[in-house]
Nanobody
Framework: QVQLVESGGGLVQAGDSLRLSCAAS????????MGWFRQAPGKEREFVSS????????QTPGSVKGRFTISRDYVKNTVDLQMNSLQPEDTAVYYC???????????????????WGQGTQVTVSS
């Protein structure tokens, strides 16, 4: 089992920044692809970013590319999501997720992760 706990959400204004953090425990952190997803009311869960086991490979979709950056810390066993230039359409519950894989440079954009956090609310006002 892997336990994931997100933090750092909140209410901000358009153009502000937030940094989300996800603390992982329970298994070897470096065995997992780590990802961030978000879900707005009435919408499907949406991929936000993914980082490989090695930390060398990351991916973000066009909707947040250039504004959001994912990173991971193998000492603290955390994965962070730095979000800049936030817009009202970024409002959602943000979830951290972990996916076990054998390959160190794999990433995953699909919501087929093995473990999920409880989510943290991000609200961006205009």
């Amino acid at each position: 089992q892997v336990q994931l706990v997100e933090s750092g959400g909140g209410l901000v204004q358009a153009g502000d920044s937030l940094r989300l953090s996800c603390a992982a425990s329970g298994r070897t952190f470096s065995d997992y692809i780590m990802g961030w997803f978000r879900q707005a009311p009435g919408k499907e869960r949406e991929f936000v970013s993914s980082i490989s086991r090695s930390g060398r490979i990351t991916q973000t979709p066009g909707s947040v590319k250039g504004r959001f950056t994912i990173s991971r810390d193998y000492v603290k066993n955390t994965v962070d999501l730095q979000m800049n230039s936030l817009q009202p359409e970024d409002t959602a519950v943000y979830y951290c997720a972990a996916k076990q894989t054998e390959r160190r440079d794999d990433i995953s954009t699909r919501p087929d992760y093995d473990y999920w956090g409880q989510g943290t609310q991000v609200t961006v006002s205009s």
